[in-house]
């Protein structure tokens, strides 16, 4: 199994462009995760999705739209983005909730915006 | 809110020795879950230790085991018989039981010399 995948691995953007981050996972997870993490700090939760069709606002939102169509894939845009959005953003899912159960994650995708 | 702190930014270990990294978190909630996570450079997230709140009982996995101490909302990690492996950023995290939210500490840095 491949676990959780994440589309693309290294990004560079220019000050308002566009982009989508892809997270794949074929464990059949219910919940799914986007966060991201930057210098010396922890990983903070950006968005989240209980389930197809849902989504939710997590710590740091602003800036940021995802969408759950599909149950194994969870998609993270950036519709302006800016220098502060440079980070590394990670996907994790997990089978239910996070309390009781494991959370896989992907291998991050380094994002610049210069 | 809950937050969750790491106060050793940096660590070191002799390999086959023993070492305890801290954790500390604050909450007035009694159901909540903590959590070890290990980044190696590859910068995926795995999962090493839970805990369970309601648990008297320490966690242990292999050479990893917990220190918890509910009334002084400590956490620690201690790595037994350390290997070369072991080197990695350490991440405490917490949640809240019921919540989808992870709160992570801003990480430790572990390196194992051989």
């Known amino acids: 199994n491949a676990g959780v995948t994440q589309t693309p691995k290294f990004r560079v953007l220019k000050t308002g462009q566009s982009m989508t981050l892809l997270c794949a996972q074929d464990?059949?997870?219910?919940?799914m995760y986007w966060y991201r993490q930057d210098p010396g700090m922890g990983l903070r939760l950006i968005h989240y999705?209980?389930?197809?069709?849902?989504?939710a606002k997590g710590e740091v939102p602003d800036g940021y739209n995802v969408s759950r169509l599909k149950k194994q894939n969870f998609l993270l845009g950036l519709e302006s983005a800016a220098p502060s959005q440079t980070s590394v953003y990670f996907c994790?899912?997990?089978?239910?909730?996070?309390?009781?159960?494991?959370?896989?994650f992907g291998a991050g995708t380094r994002l610049s915006v210069l | 809110a809950q937050t969750v702190t790491q106060s050793q930014p940096e660590m070191s270990v002799q390999e086959a020795e023993t070492v305890t990294l801290s954790c500390t978190y604050d909450?007035?909630?009694?159901?909540?879950?903590l959590f070890w996570y290990k980044q190696p450079p590859s910068r995926q997230m795995i999962l090493v230790i839970r805990?369970?709140?309601?648990?008297?009982q320490n966690a242990t996995e292999n050479r990893f085991s917990v220190n918890f101490q509910k009334a002084a909302k400590s956490f620690s990690l201690k790595i037994s018989d350390s290997q070369l492996g072991d080197t990695a950023m350490y991440f405490c995290?917490?949640?809240?039981?019921?919540?989808?939210?992870?709160?992570f500490g801003k990480g430790t840095k572990l390196t194992v010399n051989p």
């Open positions: 994790a899912s997990s089978y239910s909730r996070l309390a009781k159960n494991i959370q896989y």
């Open positions: 464990m059949n997870h219910e919940y």
């Open positions: 999705s209980v389930g197809e069709g849902t989504t």
């Open positions: 909450t007035s909630e009694n159901n909540y879950y």
């Open positions: 805990q369970e709140a309601y648990k008297q």
């Open positions: 995290a917490f949640s809240q039981g019921g919540s989808e939210k992870l709160v």
